[in-house]
């Protein structure tokens, strides 16, 4: 049998040669300076041979070690070099698979199941928040620290429910490979308590005094932020509809504006297909249930604005990075934090804050009815009403709608700077 010694004292000569061990093992000397592990073997009746490894990657200890493997599959009647075989084209594809082709396979699979908007909200996520990480990992590599370790920097923003949301998106895609046979276990799952615990109020906060909104737009306009962004957070207070409407509003959905013009136009109008809205998945595709919103003066001004941006793309707010993919779910959120509002206002808060005010401001200059007009504009529908109702409701008392949002957006901007002016473009 071979020592340590006489190993490391082997050298190239002119031809190549072997020094052997015992059971078939030999080391492998080449004339070039190639040293390495081999194995000698039969299997069903014929001679064969098996690289073990190269020397010094491999040494005396670990060769020894790998022949014991292999005469154990021989004992077992398989045969070494098959099963070698096996174990590199193995490897390779589960080095081929990694989480972010696991992950792209998966959303193709689902998208179709989810809005147009759901369906960006999610891989928009796991490009953001997963792939920098882990994303050319295999994912059979991918364990419960390497998933928390993830989770951790959304948890760290103050972003609990985005984690938490991002926890489940893992999830999926580790299942989805267990399925395809590439993946071994769901690290995802097992990391769930781990997280900080989604915080119990659904409450979001807002501000609900038109001074304190105010301010904020001022201070919030000041920033240095992207135009685009100050453009969308100031069509999202004056709308008062869901952020993820706005984030994803096409061009196509915007009726009745003039681009090229300053004039007023006072039927312009949002029309929101129901597949956008937040309607129970068989309602999304009925045209009666599409949402209509007036659009007032500053919010004309505002998409005039955006046209002037975005005008040849499909999006009015588009990403950043991406003409084609609306802005991130989190890039207002982030905004309003960097300019000192976090947990004191968020997007989504406008809504609460346009109901508010606007229902105080009907008990003293409106009529009965504006209390319904406001949660139609708001596309609430209320308890008890029927279907064949809320679809009629979704197109009624468009005027008073338009006259309530006109109001709402009189108010809020008294004394706020035109669009291009707020962005420091030149007087038109």
Known sequence: ????????????????????????????????????????????????????????????????????????????????????????????????????????????????????????????????????????????????????????????????????????????????????GVGIGDPAAIVTKALKPVPRSKKRPAFLKLDELQDMLRKCEDDPASPLTKLASRFLALTAQRPGMVRALPWNEIENIAWQSTEECPHALWRVPAHRMKLEKELKGSEDYEHLVPLSPPAVQVLRAAWALTGRGPLVFPSNRNARRPLSENTLSYFYNRCGYQGRHVPHGWRASFSTIMNEWAERNGSPGDRHVIDLILAHVPEGVSGSESAYNRAAFMERRGELLGAWGAMLLAGFAEPHKMLGWPSR
Request: proline content about 4%.
């Open 1 to 180: 049998m071979l020592t340590e010694m006489a190993v490391r004292q082997a050298r190239p000569k002119e031809k190549d040669y072997k020094l052997f061990d015992s059971e078939g093992l030999y080391l492998f000397v080449g004339k070039s300076g190639l040293r390495s592990w081999r194995l000698k073997y039969r299997f069903a009746g014929r001679e064969r041979r098996l690289v073990l490894g190269r020397y010094p990657e491999m040494g005396l200890k670990e060769a020894r070690e790998r022949k014991a493997e292999a005469r154990r599959l021989l004992s077992d009647g398989r045969d070494p070099g098959i099963e070698a075989a096996k174990a590199k084209v193995e490897r390779a594809a589960a080095a081929a698979n990694t989480f972010e082709l696991m992950a792209r396979t998966w959303f193709e699979l689902q998208k179709d199941r989810w809005t147009p908007v759901h369906a960006q909200d999610v891989i928009g996520s796991l490009e953001r928040e997963v792939f920098p990480w882990v994303g050319s990992l295999p994912i059979s590599q991918i364990n419960e620290p390497m998933v928390l370790s993830v989770l951790r920097k959304i948890e760290k923003r103050g972003t609990i429910e985005t984690a938490h949301r991002v926890r489940q998106r893992m999830s999926a895609v580790f299942v989805h490979a267990i399925a395809e």
